[in-house]
Nanobody, 122 residues
Framework: QVQLVESGGGLVQAGGSLRLSCAAS????????MGWFRQAPGKEREFVAA????????DYADSVKGRFTISRDNAKNTVYLQMNSLKPEDTAVYLC???????????????WGQGTQVTVSS
């Protein structure tokens, strides 16, 4: 079992930056691949980025490649999402999740945080 708590969301103007954090507690953090997903009102949950247990492999949705960077610090039990050049269409609740292997598929992640709101104004 692992518990996940996101932070760092907020309101930002288009072109701005935010860094999201997801702190994990419970079983060994380094045992899990981690993912970031987002969900806008009335839309399906969407993959954003994922990182392997060691941090050596990453994966990104095409819509965020070159703008977002996922990273992790296993000593701090934390995964990060650095978001640059934000666009209004990035507005959503951002959720972190833990899984046994890196994957873009939400169903592969048994553990989820509550999410943090990101709003990008035009």
């Amino acid at each position: 079992q692992v518990q996940l708590v996101e932070s760092g969301g907020g309101l930002v103007q288009a072109g701005g930056s935010l860094r999201l954090s997801c702190a994990a507690s419970g079983r060994t953090f380094s045992s899990y691949a981690m993912g970031w997903f987002r969900q806008a009102p009335g839309k399906e949950r969407e993959f954003v980025a994922a990182i392997s247990r060691s941090g050596g492999n990453t994966d990104y949705a095409d819509s965020v490649k070159g703008r977002f960077t996922i990273s992790r610090d296993n000593a701090k039990n934390t995964v990060y999402l650095q978001m640059n050049s934000l666009k209004p269409e990035d507005t959503a609740v951002y959720l972190c999740a833990a899984a046994g292997i890196i994957s873009p598929t939400p169903a592969m992640y048994p553990y989820w945080g509550q999410g943090t709101q990101v709003t990008v104004s035009s």
